[in-house]
């Protein structure tokens, strides 16, 4: 163009070579437009997904995946996070801050993103299974004033073995390690867990059979933030030893002296 404007006689080559010829520039266009679409594309499907596991963290049994699955359904993550945040009030009222290796299993993650109740990820242990239950049933009889919804019709609904065993496989897919055998013996493990959290509740004397919803959501209420908690309490020691003798983290005094 420049050549022409300036009264050069010979076109510019680009415009000659390239731009001439439609079909091939058309071509040549799309591969380098591609380029940026491949080096975004090509690493996400050869690196690995997601955080390694922390040390000590393990997949959830079959029926804590059906309970995860329920409180997936139910919309449990409008209203919960999973997620403690790295400051005092936040360790002082739920425990470790959470970290990334915790979540390898979760699929998806279940972090939230605002609480109107309080977060769940240490929630395991907080409670006896028969608390879980009447609350869950009505969360206005063990927490007066709450906002929460009632779950009544998890006490009547059952769990399907068959359903289990469908979402096991498709988190196998995605890399959770879930053998065949371990897909195969589920129902039989659904029921031993199952039979377990019966036991406890009937010891409260609450009457329920081990296939209902509410069995499977305690078992998964039960089991968030019990693994790697050796693995956490180490690591906090460390950052704690680091943090007390690192020189930045003595307050910075004007002029120079500590
Ligand atoms: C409308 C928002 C809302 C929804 C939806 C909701 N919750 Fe809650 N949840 C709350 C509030 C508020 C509290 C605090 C008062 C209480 O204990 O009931 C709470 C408390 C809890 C607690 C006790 C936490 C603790 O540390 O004391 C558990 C466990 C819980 N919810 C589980 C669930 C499950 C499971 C579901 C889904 C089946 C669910 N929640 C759905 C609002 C909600």
Same mark, same amino acid.
């Given at each position: 163009?420049?050549?022409?404007?300036?009264?050069?006689?010979?076109?510019?080559?680009?415009?000659?070579?390239?731009?001439?010829?439609?079909?091939?520039?058309?071509?040549?266009?799309?591969?380098?437009?591609?380029?940026?679409?491949?080096?975004?594309?090509?690493?996400?499907?050869?690196?690995?997904?997601?955080?390694?596991?922390?040390?000590?963290?393990?997949?959830?049994?079959?029926?804590?995946?059906?309970?995860?699955?329920i409180y997936i359904r139910e919309g449990c993550y409008v209203c919960h996070?999973?997620?403690?945040?790295?400051?005092?009030?936040?360790?002082?009222?739920?425990?470790?801050?959470?970290?990334?290796?915790?979540?390898?299993?979760?699929?998806?993650?279940?972090?939230g993103?605002?609480?109107?109740?309080?977060?769940?990820?240490?929630?395991?242990?907080?409670?006896?299974?028969?608390?879980?239950?009447?609350?869950?049933?009505?969360?206005?009889?063990?927490?007066?004033?709450?906002?929460?919804p009632?779950? #009544?019709?998890?006490?009547? @609904?059952?769990?399907?073995?068959?359903? +289990?065993? &469908?979402? *096991?496989?498709? $988190?196998?897919?995605? =890399?959770?390690?879930?053998?065949?055998?371990?897909?195969?013996?589920?129902?039989?493990?659904?029921?031993?867990?199952?039979?377990?959290?019966?036991?406890?509740?009937?010891?409260? #004397?609450?009457?329920?059979? @081990?296939?209902?919803?509410?069995?499977? +959501?305690? &078992?998964? *209420?039960?089991? $968030?933030?019990?693994? =790697?908690?050796?693995?956490?309490?180490?690591?906090?020691?460390?950052?704690?030893?680091?943090?007390?003798?690192?020189?930045?983290?003595?307050?910075?005094?004007?002029?120079?002296?500590?």
């Amino acid at each position: 163009m420049s050549n022409e404007t300036t009264g050069g006689r010979r076109e510019h080559w680009h415009r000659r070579v390239l731009e001439g010829r439609l079909g091939l520039f058309a071509i040549l266009t799309t591969v380098v437009v591609s380029v940026g679409g491949l080096a975004e594309i090509v690493p996400m499907f050869s690196a690995k997904l997601g955080p390694e596991p922390l040390r000590g963290v393990t997949p959830y049994t079959p029926l804590e995946i059906a309970g995860r699955d329920i409180y997936i359904r139910e919309g449990c993550y409008v209203c919960h996070s999973q997620m403690v945040r790295p400051m005092r009030s936040e360790l002082l009222r739920y425990g470790e801050w959470s970290r990334a290796g915790e979540y390898a299993y979760d699929h998806p993650f279940l972090l939230g993103s605002r609480r109107i109740g309080p977060d769940l990820q240490r929630v395991g242990g907080k409670y006896p299974d028969a608390w879980h239950y009447e609350h869950l049933r009505d969360p206005r009889s063990t927490s007066p004033g709450s906002i929460m919804p009632k779950y #009544g019709w998890l006490l009547e @609904r059952t769990i399907d073995p068959a359903d +289990v065993q &469908a979402s *096991l496989r498709a $988190l196998a897919k995605v =890399g959770v390690p879930y053998s065949e055998a371990d897909i195969a013996g589920a129902p039989a493990q659904l029921a031993r867990q199952g039979d377990s959290i019966v036991r406890n509740l009937a010891a409260m #004397g609450i009457r329920t059979s @081990r296939d209902r919803e509410i069995v499977a +959501v305690i &078992a998964y *209420l039960q089991r $968030l933030g019990r693994d =790697g908690k050796a693995t956490l309490a180490a690591q906090r020691e460390r950052d704690v030893a680091a943090v007390a003798t690192s020189p930045t983290s003595a307050p910075a005094v004007e002029g120079g002296r500590r």
